[in-house]
């Protein structure tokens, strides 16, 4: 097949300043792809901690399995990703390719295994050509650079039509810190997770169990409030690398309130990098906001966004830029939460949609039409029944969907 | 748009015998549609029993809000359907819209309004023309026939492209029954429901409750193992009309050995008309059967098979006759049911494509993907760890869904 187009709600690669400590270097290992890179090393300096975030699949891949035990160590010296076979049930010849990986990149770095992490992302259920990467290993850590993070986003994409990064400056107790993240989509998108492949990178100077709090709830707020398509990815992986060298004084508790920055900080790069995979999802044509609001709790909240969010008959209306409320209404009723159709309301773009359990007095489709007609997509929910609140992300169901997924193997 | 063609699945019209007892007529209200009919007479004896199941979607429709009081006096006389609006999200107007089309058909059959039925299928939240039905109802009383069960069918559809009947023939305690139904699909339609319209009729004399209790095992056996799309209609009513001219003797208990060949009727009838709806599912090209066994549960099981069946990954593999089997694991194990993937096995078509964890070895992909080619795909899931099994029916998600839905407001 040819190549997916660039998505129309693609953005442009940010300017990402070095993170002191943090190396890295691309090659082409031949495994799937021709003429690019699809391995990325990543290099940590000695004194790196570490957290992470993976898929709640029960068929979850080795590398995933791996990077759980490894996690218990808390700290990270490398990070290996590939791109274009997911080393998904894979069996036991996938832990025995994972434990290859991460003997090359141990030796290479001349690492202790404990801190190495793997990623693998793109065909589940093929046997991984491990020796492909580990050839490559030793020559990408001699030459392993701070300034590489775009060649690094770019390494790690399967469906992806643009390379995905962010970066925030913060400072902590006064110290200067930087934060940066680079991911992958673009399809098997669906939240209680982190995203396919993310990760970042920070010189804070921070104990692992502060990193994996902040990380945790960044997640929940970010990545675990968009979909794609409802699919779960066997290999979702979102890490948090810091370095230390910023230099900061020493922090404790993540809730510390010198930590307040950084926690934005992270937040934020979590969630426009999640953002950017929403704007990649496989064939999107338009970005889609779903905000509820009046749920008996926040968890209701969630539910009712994420039924309209993945409702395949709501995101076709969209990609059709039909100003089909009626849909909506529709995904929201078949929801579980507690609900009250005399008191729900939706509005779209602004304009009231229904009112109350019909459709408004004199209303007026034109406005609607013309906001469908657009890129952003706002559909706001009211339940009328509490004060539980929730937002979600997601793109619209288009024809490019079926073009990737009818012949990609993915 | 053009009219979907006619679903490569499609099947012929079966020979429906008469229901003694049972009268239909149609007529066209132009509501939606033009040059063709969309509203439904039903007109049953007197002592004539009835049962139901409904959707249960919290924005469930003005009209199944009324059949769900209906249905508590056990008896019905008729039965109006249109098609092309759903009266639902409509509101008090709604409401009012099913009490005058009750109105109408007991004024146009001499019959008590608790004994009128009414269903309607088609676009949510826009206010019905109540009139233009009401006003077809006294021709079609006049004009009902036993022989209409097609005529009935074609008037009930929506974006179905071939209209769905199906009769058995069975005998209770020697004396002979038949048992007929109908139904319309085609998009949202997830289990846990009936289907979007559907109903029976048999000549049989039994009570309501025992009708009761056979529909709603035989939905259960059905309707409630079908999905096409994963979203749920606000409209979805199933209904069992038992018109007693029969004149078999009284049968007072459901699980009465008499009733076994009837039991059989109506499941067989339930699920001749399901399968015919994931047949004719929005833009399908395949059928698909998932099996699903060795879980801790039938119901753990039929999570897992549903899970499979609503994977839009899946899905999409199969429109593209992609032997893409990892997508298979993806969708088992992003699933909350208990799981062990080393316990883990999946057949396509007959052909083991995944053993206890991981490919079975020397794998060949050839059988696989020509049974993939083919229009009805077998999908069997071993989980390896109890007794529990189910067996789900979808369709595959294609281009042709999406044309429906991303122009056609439904």
């Given at each position: 097949?040819?190549?997916?187009?660039?998505?129309?709600?693609?953005?442009?690669?940010?300017?990402?300043?070095?993170?002191?400590?943090?190396?890295?270097?691309?090659?082409?290992?031949?495994?799937?792809?021709?003429?690019?890179?699809?391995?990325?090393?990543?290099?940590?300096?000695?004194?790196?901690?570490?957290?992470?975030?993976?898929?709640?699949?029960?068929?979850?891949?080795?590398?995933?399995?791996?990077?759980?035990?490894?996690?218990?160590?808390?700290?990270?010296?490398?990070?290996?990703?590939?791109?274009?076979?997911?080393?998904?049930?894979?069996?036991?010849?996938?832990?025995?390719?994972?434990?290859?990986?991460?003997?090359?990149?141990?030796?290479?770095?001349?690492?202790?295994?404990?801190?190495?992490?793997?990623?693998?992302?793109?065909?589940?259920?093929?046997?991984?050509?491990?020796?492909?990467?580990?050839?490559?290993?030793?020559?990408?850590a001699?030459?392993?650079?701070?300034?590489?993070?775009?060649?690094?986003?770019?390494?790690?994409m399967?469906?992806?039509?643009?390379?995905?990064?962010?970066?925030?400056?913060?400072?902590?107790?006064?110290?200067?810190?930087?934060?940066?993240?680079?991911?992958?989509?673009?399809?098997?998108i669906?939240?209680?997770?982190?995203?396919?492949?993310?990760?970042?990178?920070?010189?804070?100077?921070?104990?692992?169990?502060?990193?994996?709090?902040?990380?945790?709830?960044?997640?929940?707020?970010s990545?675990?409030?968009?979909?794609?398509?409802?699919?779960?990815?066997?290999?979702?992986?979102?890490?948090?690398?810091?370095?230390?060298?910023?230099?900061?004084?020493?922090?404790?508790?993540?809730?510390?309130?010198?930590?307040?920055g950084?926690?934005?900080?992270v937040?934020?790069v979590?969630?426009?990098?999640?953002?950017?995979?929403?704007?990649?999802?496989?064939?999107?044509?338009?970005?889609?906001?779903?905000?509820?609001?009046?749920?008996?709790?926040?968890?209701?909240?969630?539910?009712?966004?994420?039924?309209?969010?993945?409702?395949?008959?709501?995101?076709?209306?969209?990609?059709?830029?039909?100003?089909?409320?009626?849909?909506?209404?529709?995904?929201?009723?078949?929801?579980?939460?507690?609900?009250d159709?005399?008191?729900?309301?939706?509005?779209?773009?602004?304009?009231?949609?229904?009112?109350?359990?019909?459709?408004?007095?004199?209303?007026?489709?034109?406005?609607?039409?013309?906001?469908?007609?657009?890129?952003?997509?706002?559909?706001?929910?009211?339940?009328g029944?509490?004060?539980?609140?929730?937002?979600?992300?997601?793109?619209?169901?288009?024809?490019?969907?079926?073009?990737?997924?009818?012949?990609?193997?993915?």
């Amino acid at each position: 097949m040819n190549a997916p187009s660039r998505s129309p709600l693609a953005q442009a690669f940010p300017a990402m300043p070095a993170v002191r400590g943090a190396r890295f270097a691309t090659g082409a290992s031949g495994i799937r792809y021709k003429g690019r890179d699809d391995v990325l090393l990543a290099l940590f300096d000695p004194g790196t901690t570490v957290a992470g975030v993976f898929t709640r699949s029960s068929t979850a891949a080795a590398p995933v399995l791996w990077c759980r035990q490894a996690l218990k160590g808390g700290k990270a010296r490398a990070f290996v990703v590939n791109a274009g076979n997911a080393n998904a049930f894979t069996g036991a010849a996938g832990m025995a390719a994972v434990k290859a990986t991460v003997a090359a990149a141990a030796k290479a770095g001349g690492l202790p295994k404990g801190a190495v992490f793997v990623a693998s992302t793109g065909v589940i259920g093929q046997p991984l050509e491990v020796e492909r990467i580990a050839a490559l290993l030793p020559g990408l850590a001699g030459r392993a650079s701070e300034d590489a993070w775009g060649a690094a986003a770019r390494a790690i994409m399967t469906t992806d039509t643009f390379p995905k990064g962010a970066s925030r400056a913060t400072a902590i107790d006064g110290a200067p810190v930087t934060v940066n993240g680079i991911a992958k989509g673009s399809g098997m998108i669906a939240p209680d997770m982190a995203t396919m492949i993310a990760f970042l990178a920070t010189d804070a100077r921070l104990p692992s169990d502060v990193l994996q709090a902040v990380l945790a709830r960044a997640t929940r707020l970010s990545f675990n409030r968009t979909t794609v398509d409802s699919d779960t990815s066997t290999s979702d992986t979102l890490l948090l690398f810091a370095t230390g060298a910023a230099g900061n004084k020493p922090v404790a508790r993540p809730n510390d309130a010198r930590l307040k920055g950084f926690r934005e900080a992270v937040e934020a790069v979590c969630l426009d990098l999640a953002l950017q995979v929403v704007r990649d999802g496989e064939g999107a044509g338009k970005l889609v906001e779903i905000r509820v609001a009046g749920a008996r709790s926040a968890t209701q909240a969630r539910r009712v966004a994420l039924g309209v969010a993945n409702s395949p008959l709501v995101k076709t209306a969209i990609a059709g830029a039909d100003a089909n409320w009626g849909r909506v209404v529709m995904a929201i009723g078949k929801s579980d939460a507690t609900l009250d159709q005399r008191r729900i309301s939706v509005a779209i773009g602004g304009h009231a949609v229904a009112h109350r359990g019909g459709p408004p007095k004199g209303y007026d489709e034109a406005p609607v039409a013309a906001h469908m007609k657009g890129l952003a997509i706002d559909i706001a929910i009211e339940l009328g029944l509490g004060r539980g609140t929730a937002t979600v992300w997601t793109c619209d169901l288009t024809h490019g969907y079926i073009d990737i997924n009818a012949d990609y193997r993915s």
